[in-house]
């Protein structure tokens, strides 16, 4: 799914209790009642780009990065690694005929708690109703589930239950009948990546997400930019020097429309800032229409930030023209980086820091989000131009995916507090140094 420079967070479970801080006692949870708060390491690890093929011209929409969860499914427990997805509903593991690589697979004979999902139960029948592509029957009439991406990834398997246990089988945490698709097929258009997970965990707000059945009301994450350093935390994160945190709402469409996502978490993009100076995009640019297409979505499952047509022109114009001064631009229209970024700049490989960049700002409603400095331009491993390397500004064109809706990237969340609170409908974030955020958690000295 993801190539080129991969940044892989290692979460390394830190099972905390807050007030004060302790480790937990193994636990049983049933997936109905509400979990005490887990604290999470997350730690980064780059994938030297040599390991990867020389990419075409134009390159498929692809993510370079991924946020990865360590953990173990089963009894007794199997160690797998899932990529933490927030624009995904349904968690699941690859089985042995899945995988490219001879990585340690999930194998459901070795779990005496795994349990498959009939067709016929209320799980199937009722639960799946916000999967894209109805759940169906078997031939051994069990539930079949067909998930698809953005990415042109897909995944097919039928859904089970078994227990999820973080942290180790003796001090950490178990979470009981955890349901989940065990895919025995689908299509990826990297296999290298995806050879380095077991799967994916789906943290949306669709009644299968991981996030939902453990009973989190809320969970936060923050994103270093350095190779280590990062956290996750599931549950309640109330520290007093996180805050301010500004909070947006979440929009909801009760009625289904063809392309809009109810179960995604969706804010509303109110503008978009170079340098301070708002764009004149109207407003009625960043609202869904009548089929839904315009949602802004908020996904750590993608890697950049996507915009729609109109919203696209008028950035990528502003921005070309505050740096026409500093940086040379890449004459090559035949060049995309992942098929939706067309604006790229040619600096020379010796040069060991960017000029200064225009920050760029997302306006949402009662919050922003401000990119600023080396996270506005991504250098695109094995791109040579002469003696110049090939840098992309880090916004695309969602049209040229196609996509239709902003997605607002992890890339661009990084040294961002970002809090999903579920029971008020909003998303809250601060800027803070993850790296710092991370000390004050001892995870890190």
């Given at each position: 799914?993801?190539?080129?420079?991969?940044l892989?967070?290692f979460?390394?479970?830190?099972?905390?209790?807050?007030?004060?801080?302790?480790?937990?006692?193994?636990?049983?949870f049933?997936?109905?009642?509400?979990?005490?708060?887990?604290?999470?390491?997350?730690?980064?690890?780059?994938?030297?780009?040599?390991?990867?093929?020389?990419?075409?011209?134009?390159?498929?929409?692809?993510?370079?990065?991924?946020?990865?969860?360590?953990?173990?499914?089963?009894?007794?427990?199997?160690?797998?690694?899932?990529?933490?997805?927030?624009?995904?509903?349904?968690?699941?593991?690859?089985s042995?005929?899945?995988?490219?690589?001879?990585?340690?697979?999930?194998?459901?004979?070795?779990?005496?708690?795994?349990?498959?999902?009939?067709?016929?139960?209320?799980?199937?029948?009722?639960?799946?109703?916000?999967?894209?592509?109805?759940?169906?029957?078997?031939?051994?009439?069990?539930?079949?589930?067909?998930?698809s991406?953005?990415?042109?990834?897909?995944?097919?398997?039928?859904?089970?239950?078994?227990?999820?246990?973080?942290?180790g089988?003796?001090?950490?945490?178990?979470?009981?009948?955890?349901?989940?698709?065990?895919?025995?097929?689908?299509?990826?258009?990297?296999?290298?990546?995806?050879g380095?997970?077991?799967?994916?965990?789906?943290?949306?707000?669709?009644?299968?997400?991981?996030?939902?059945?453990?009973?989190f009301?809320?969970?936060?994450?923050?994103?270093?930019?350095?190779?280590?350093?990062?956290?996750?935390?599931?549950?309640?994160?109330?520290f007093?020097?996180?805050?301010p945190?500004?909070?947006?709402?979440?929009?909801?469409?009760?009625?289904?429309?063809?392309?809009?996502?109810?179960?995604?978490?969706?804010?509303?993009?109110?503008?978009?800032?170079?340098?301070?100076?708002?764009?004149?995009?109207?407003?009625?640019?960043?609202?869904?229409?009548?089929?839904?297409?315009?949602?802004?979505?908020?996904?750590?499952?993608?890697?950049?930030?996507?915009?729609?047509?109109?919203?696209?022109?008028?950035l990528?114009?502003?921005?070309?023209?505050?740096?026409?001064?500093?940086?040379?631009?890449?004459?090559?229209?035949?060049?995309v980086?992942?098929?939706?970024?067309?604006?790229?700049?040619?600096?020379?490989?010796?040069?060991?820091?960017?000029?200064a960049?225009?920050?760029?700002?997302?306006v949402?409603r009662?919050?922003?989000?401000?990119?600023?400095?080396?996270?506005?331009?991504?250098?695109?491993?094995?791109?040579?131009?002469?003696?110049?390397?090939?840098?992309?500004?880090?916004?695309?064109?969602?049209?040229?995916?196609?996509?239709?809706?902003?997605?607002?990237?992890?890339?661009?969340?990084?040294?961002?507090?970002?809090?999903?609170?579920?029971?008020?409908?909003?998303?809250?974030?601060?800027?803070?140094?993850?790296?710092?955020?991370?000390?004050?958690?001892?995870?890190?000295?």
């Amino acid at each position: 799914m993801k190539v080129l420079f991969f940044l892989t967070l290692f979460l390394n479970f830190v099972f905390l209790l807050y007030q004060p801080l302790k480790c937990f006692s193994t636990s049983n949870f049933s997936t109905q009642n509400p979990s005490p708060m887990l604290i999470l390491a997350l730690k980064t690890q780059e994938i030297p780009s040599e390991s990867f093929p020389r990419a075409p011209n134009k390159l498929p929409f692809t993510h370079n990065v991924t946020l990865t969860v360590s953990l173990s499914v089963g009894t007794p427990p199997q160690n797998v690694t899932m990529v933490l997805d927030t624009g995904s509903e349904l968690s699941w593991l690859h089985s042995n005929s899945t995988r490219i690589k001879k990585q340690p697979v999930f194998d459901p004979t070795r779990s005496v708690s795994y349990r498959p999902v009939s067709c016929s139960s209320p799980t199937c029948t009722t639960r799946t109703q916000d999967f894209s592509i109805p759940a169906s029957c078997d031939s051994k009439n069990l539930c079949h589930a067909v998930l698809s991406y953005a990415d042109a990834t897909s995944s097919e398997g039928n859904l089970a239950m078994d227990t999820f246990t973080f942290g180790g089988s003796r001090s950490g945490s178990n979470f009981s009948d955890v349901i989940f698709g065990y895919m025995d097929s689908g299509y990826s258009s990297n296999s290298d990546e995806d050879g380095k997970t077991t799967g994916l965990m789906g943290m949306n707000r669709g009644a299968l997400s991981f996030v939902t059945q453990m009973g989190f009301k809320k969970f936060s994450y923050c994103i270093s930019s350095l190779d280590f350093s990062g956290i996750l935390l599931l549950g309640e994160s109330n520290f007093t020097w996180v805050l301010p945190l500004n909070y947006t709402p979440l929009v909801e469409i009760s009625l289904p429309l063809p392309y809009f996502d109810r179960v995604a978490y969706t804010v509303q993009l109110e503008g978009i800032k170079v340098s301070d100076k708002l764009l004149p995009i109207p407003k009625s640019v960043f609202v869904p229409d009548h089929t839904g297409a315009g949602q802004t979505m908020v996904d750590s499952g993608t890697q950049f930030t996507f915009l729609l047509g109109p919203a696209y022109t008028a950035l990528r114009n502003e921005f070309l023209n505050q740096t026409m001064a500093t940086l040379k631009v890449l004459e090559d229209q035949n060049f995309v980086f992942q098929g939706a970024m067309d604006l790229c700049y040619r600096v020379p490989i010796n040069q060991t820091r960017l000029p200064a960049l225009p920050s760029v700002s997302l306006v949402f409603r009662g919050a922003e989000i401000t990119v600023s400095g080396e996270r506005l331009l991504y250098r695109v491993p094995g791109e040579i131009r002469g003696k110049d390397s090939v840098h992309c500004f880090t916004f695309g064109n969602s049209e040229l995916l196609p996509i239709e809706a902003y997605i607002v990237g992890h890339h661009h969340q990084q040294n961002v507090w970002v809090e999903y609170d579920l029971e008020k409908s909003r998303i809250g974030f601060a800027q803070v140094r993850c790296d710092t955020a991370s000390q004050r958690f001892g995870l890190y000295r």
